[in-house]
């Protein structure tokens, strides 16, 4: 399982690291630089370099990278852009090695507020000399504000020179300019072949957009203590690996009958959205579900029943077609009948937030207080939910609870925007947990997953699963892996990998622009075949 950290959470682990381990910052940082320059020299030939460097130790990084590069026959070039009583004790040191090796010239650019983005830029331009690799030293984990004056004229001019002379382009730690924990970009920003990050990859660079910065990160050990991960607030985020999830899929019973593949009751569909039932309904078939019933209104039963033969229907009026007491007798018909065969629920895709919508979620919470069953909590439940404002959510929801909300449903479950959310999604996230207290899973073109004790970030999926019925898909395999036994987190979590990773499929055969939902389902039997064991 792969671990990244939050900018402010790196910063931890390196204090910690250095006051309470007693691990000398020198020492790290020289892993740190060797690595970075290591990097260039695996990849281009000796050549020339230029390096640019801020005033903290992202700068100190470069100045040690200028050092050990120019060691190896490189001609470097540095422009260390800020004010010189703003260096770190760090920076200085460096400086110092440098100017006892009396090679390289460091030309300074300072900080001062009388100037234009065009005059910085046209100064700045003598300093930025063509070269075969440009490196990105200016802001680490310390980025602090937006990026302004002098500092974004630097890095506009370092993408510029960059591209002009077909530099291949390295950013020491991370792309300057992007917030290692939101993935947003603050002001101007860099944009690499290559972010040679240390210790720990940082949250915002898998985000988007930050995570769109740089074609490759790449995770140096720097060589910090492993306990240094322990000793930051909160807790790390994990992403799950092909081989994590190969063993939380365990391995298939190969005496199982269909009961021991647990049965998934689907609640969704209204009129004129059967679709939603099906690709859920389907999704969870495909995941391995044993059976899947599906509850919807009648008007679905003809297309459901051609579509997907192989599901159980249970076919409902609308209220406005019947009588309270029949109304009673199919909702207690559920309560008695359907739901107790139930290994997991899924409620909400094409639900509608009708009346009838709504004393199905009710039943369906109600059930939850009373039993111990997974429950997957999509579209139309969420808006539904998000309506309900005197009850304690905490009290009605709880660890078996899986919210599947997209940024729109979060920012109405939070009332605020959907670009709200979008934008911080990692804050709303959270807040949803604490509000709900159960297992929240913000999809977007990355998905964060929380539980009350930990945190995950999802890395598979593309762009082409940003097409109608793809979330349904996802609560179907959710609800499949929870109803065939494993924890509401791990079949939220694993659910989430093998969405994406089964899109990641689908885009190979029928690119981002064509795929549809549908497709995620054939997508998901390729990857189940790459994940399962042979043999139990
Ligand atoms: N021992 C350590 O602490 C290690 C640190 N390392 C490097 O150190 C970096 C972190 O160093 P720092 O904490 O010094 O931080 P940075 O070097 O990232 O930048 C901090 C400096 O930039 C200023 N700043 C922040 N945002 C600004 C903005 N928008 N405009 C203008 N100035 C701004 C701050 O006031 C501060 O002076 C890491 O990213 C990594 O590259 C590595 O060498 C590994 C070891
Ligand atoms: N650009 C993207 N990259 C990766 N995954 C994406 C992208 N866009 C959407 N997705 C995924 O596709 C799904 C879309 O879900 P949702 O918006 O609920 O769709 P719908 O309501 O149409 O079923 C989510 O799981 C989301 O994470
Ligand atoms: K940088």
Same mark, same amino acid.
């Given at each position: ?5 939050? @900018?402010?959470? $790196? ?11 007693? $691990? ?9 630089? /060797? ?19 801020? $005033? ?29 009583? *703003? ?10 090695? /440098? ?37 990105? =030293? ?23 020179? *960059?591209?002009?002379?077909? =530099?291949? &382009? ?12 939101? &993935?947003?970009?603050? @002001? ?12 720990? &990859? ?66 969704? @569909?209204?009129?004129? $959205?059967?679709?939603?039932?099906? /690709? ?79 004393? !199905? ?48 449903? !979060? ?11 979008? *934008? ?51 609560? @179907? ?30 885009? *190979? ?28």
């Amino acid at each position: 399982m792969k671990q990244l950290l939050t @900018g402010k959470q $790196m910063k931890q682990a390196d204090t910690w690291s250095i006051k309470e381990f007693g $691990m000398e910052s020198l020492i790290l940082m020289e892993r740190a630089a /060797l690595c970075a320059a290591q990097h260039i020299m695996s990849v281009q030939k000796p050549g020339c370099v230029f390096i640019m460097c801020g $005033m903290g130790n992202n700068g100190a990084d470069g100045l040690a990278m200028a050092r050990i590069l120019s060691q190896n026959g490189w001609s470097v070039r540095i422009a260390a852009i800020g004010q010189i009583e *703003k260096a770190t004790k760090e920076w200085l040191y460096q400086k110092s090695l /440098l100017d006892k090796m009396e090679i390289l010239p460091v030309q300074y650019f300072y900080e001062s507020d009388d100037k234009d983005e065009e005059e910085y830029r046209s100064a700045l331009s003598n300093l930025y000399v063509p070269a075969q690799v440009y490196v990105d =030293a200016l802001f680490g984990v310390g980025l602090s504000r937006k990026v302004s004056g002098v500092y974004r004229a630097a890095i506009e001019e370092w993408n510029e020179h *960059k591209k002009k002379c077909g =530099a291949y &382009g390295v950013a020491v730690d991370i792309c300057s300019g992007l917030d290692a924990k939101s &993935g947003q970009v603050l @002001g101007a920003y860099v944009k690499a072949d290559v972010q040679i990050t240390f210790g720990y &990859g940082k949250v915002g660079q898998f985000l988007y957009p930050g995570a769109s910065l740089s074609d490759q990160t790449i995770t140096c050990d720097i060589g910090m203590p492993n306990e240094a991960v322990y000793h930051v607030d909160g807790f790390p985020f994990n992403c799950l690996e092909k081989s994590d999830a190969k063993d939380w899929l365990g391995s298939r019973c190969l005496w199982g009958n269909k009961g021991t593949f647990g049965r998934v009751v689907i609640i969704a @569909g209204s009129s004129g $959205m059967a679709g939603a039932a099906y /690709l859920s309904a389907l999704a969870a078939y495909r995941t391995g579900a044993g059976l899947v019933d599906i509850v919807t209104p009648k008007c679905n039963r003809l297309v459901l029943q051609q579509l997907l033969p192989e599901a159980v229907l249970h076919c409902i009026s609308e209220i406005s077609e019947i009588s309270k007491d029949e109304d009673e007798e199919q909702l207690a018909y559920l309560r008695n009948e359907v739901l107790p065969k139930a290994k997991a629920i899924v409620i909400g895709p094409g639900l509608s937030t009708d009346t009838l919508a709504k004393k !199905l979620l009710d039943m369906v919470l109600e059930w939850n207080r009373s039993q111990n069953c997974p429950i997957v909590i999509d579209a139309d439940a969420l808006n539904l939910l998000a309506m309900r404002t005197n009850i304690d959510h905490a009290e009605y929801l709880g660890e078996n609870v899986i919210l599947t909300p997209h940024p729109g449903e !979060l920012g109405r479950l939070m009332n605020s925007s959907a670009k709200e959310a979008a *934008k911080n999604l990692l804050y709303f996230a959270e807040e949803l947990q604490k509000k709900f207290g159960c297992i929240c899973v913000c999809k977007d073109a990355r998905t964060v997953i929380l539980t009350q004790k930990n945190r995950y970030l999802n890395l598979t999926g593309n762009s082409g699963m940003a097409t109608g019925g793809s979330g349904d898909v996802l609560t @179907g395999v959710i609800a499949s892996l929870a109803a065939q036994g494993l924890s509401a987190e791990r079949a939220a979590v694993l659910g989430v990998w093998l969405h994406g990773a089964a899109g990641d499929e689908a885009a *190979k055969e029928k690119s981002p622009y064509s795929m549809i939902a549908r497709d995620l389902a054939d997508g998901l039997s390729k990857v189940l075949i790459q994940i399962s064991r042979k043999k139990v």
